[in-house]
């Protein structure tokens, strides 16, 4: 373990390499007070130095700018290598899936097991845990280059039917396996927790990559619960090529919305199209069905990953 003397010196030369400079730098080993863990601090914990860069952001739909002051954009000051170092921030809440309430909250201990139980997966964020000097949970992740799936697929400026035909293969190519794992934390009595279109990252050396699992939720006999609502949204955002809300439909394609029910929207996000074959014939029948398991209208929801990716795979064996 460095020493904070050699921390500070190996900090100051990477600032230096950079043309800045901080007159006051700080080694911090106790991160309890995680807001006053600034820019230019250097943290030091056992598994090593890290160079503290700055904030990450709330990704949440309309929180984006909106400062996450316990993850930190950090240098490991020996390798150069980029980190973001997950700190210790409780937090709880409710939200209410069809008739099943869920209650929510944020725990370190559950990310670190994950981490520990994902190492070497690369449909996974990596990283290690190690306790400060006050044994607070600090999670060290490796950071993924590349672009969350949301932005990724709103980048694309095609026609939709370009889209589905040319461009969405590949997506299911790479969803597949980001799926496989999701099953595989189920089947380890393990969920993500939280996930959401910018919760995956579409990494420069291919595969898709889940990141930020410190969420859990009580799931009471269905384990795969909130997950599996998740994967239903970001499955109808991947076929869609967009999200086609009732406020979207207004503005472009009125006479699709006045022919749409109850039955054809979202089971939870009311105002957002899954029974899309209703906007884009050509959609063949196989996958439309499985979008319409998340729909208002349907008598039966997909208990497991597993029921859902065995269904994914056909249909993506039919398309060209």
């Not at 000051?77 to 973001?84: D, N």
């Not at 039966?300 to 795979?313: G, I, P, Q, R, W």
């Amino acid at each position: 373990m460095l020493t904070p003397i050699q921390a500070l010196e190996m900090a100051r030369e990477l600032m230096a390499k950079e043309h800045r400079t901080i007159r006051n730098m700080r080694v911090i080993q106790n991160t309890t007070n995680f807001i006053k863990v600034e820019y230019g601090d250097v943290l030091l914990l056992e598994t090593g130095a890290y160079l503290i860069k700055g904030h990450e952001h709330e990704g949440r739909f309309g929180l984006d700018d909106e400062i996450k002051h316990w993850v930190k954009k950090a240098v490991d000051v020996e390798t150069g290598q980029r980190k973001v170092i997950k700190l210790v921030f409780f937090e709880r809440f409710t939200i209410k899936l069809a008739n099943i309430t869920y209650e929510c909250y944020r725990i370190p201990q559950k990310e670190a097991r994950i981490l520990e139980l994902v190492a070497g997966n690369p449909n996974f964020m990596q990283g290690v845990s190690c306790p400060d000097e006050e044994n607070n949970n600090v999670r060290i992740i490796d950071f993924v280059y590349g672009t969350n799936l949301g932005d990724y697929v709103e980048e694309i400026n095609h026609s939709h039917e370009h889209y589905f035909h040319e461009l969405l293969p590949g997506l299911l190519d790479l969803f597949l396996p980001a799926l496989a794992g999701l099953s595989y934390l189920h089947k380890n009595h393990e969920k993500h927790g939280d996930v959401r279109r910018d919760h995956i990252i579409c990494s420069r050396e291919g595969p898709l990559v889940w990141i930020d699992f410190d969420y859990n939720y009580r799931h009471g006999e269905h384990i795969a619960g909130l997950d599996m609502a998740g994967v239903g949204n970001i499955l109808t955002y991947l076929v869609g090529g967009a999200d086609h809300t009732v406020l979207k439909l207004k503005k472009e394609k009125p006479h699709l919305l006045a022919g749409l029910t109850a039955a054809d929207f979202n089971v939870v996000m009311s105002n957002r199209v899954v029974n899309l074959q209703k906007l884009f014939p050509y959609i063949p029948d196989r996958l439309n069905n499985i979008l319409l398991h998340f729909s208002g209208g349907t008598p039966v929801f997909y208990d497991t990953v597993d029921e859902l990716l065995s269904e994914l795979a056909e249909a993506r064996a039919t398309m060209t």
